[in-house]
């Protein structure tokens, strides 16, 4: 399980990252994400629920990759949901493009769930 527990805990601290970002430099954070703050708009209180999603999300993941195969797989499987769901935001509301990430990020969950579920 350490390939597994060592993706869950990069993907952690990309979450923190990602959080910060958010936080301290919200149009930057909205751009990155595939929906770009227009220049006329000010950010708005939903960047700083991301910001406290992804925190949560982090925490949730470092307290989980020291559980058992089985909770470790489920719950990397579980998590791919938001950023699939972030993928379909973005495709409806952002930049095509911007989806590619989070689409990533989907595959990277599913390939960290399978890892954890095989034992390694």
């Known amino acids: ?17 990602l959080s910060a970002r958010a936080a301290f430099a919200p149009r930057g954070a909205a751009f990155a994400y595939g929906v770009p703050i227009p220049d006329e708009a000010a950010p708005t209180p939903y960047l700083e629920v991301k910001a406290n999603r992804d925190l949560v999300l982090a925490g949730l993941l470092v307290v989980t990759a020291s559980a058992s195969r089985p909770v470790l797989a489920s719950a990397l499987f579980v998590g791919a949901i938001a950023p699939a769901a972030d993928a379909w935001t973005v495709s409806r509301h952002g930049k095509m493009s911007g989806t590619a990430i989070h689409l990533a990020t989907v595959a990277y969950l599913i390939v960290a769930g399978a890892l954890a579920a095989s034992g390694r």
């Open 1 to 17: 399980m350490r390939i597994s527990r060592g993706m869950t805990y990069a993907l952690a601290a990309a979450l923190v990252a």
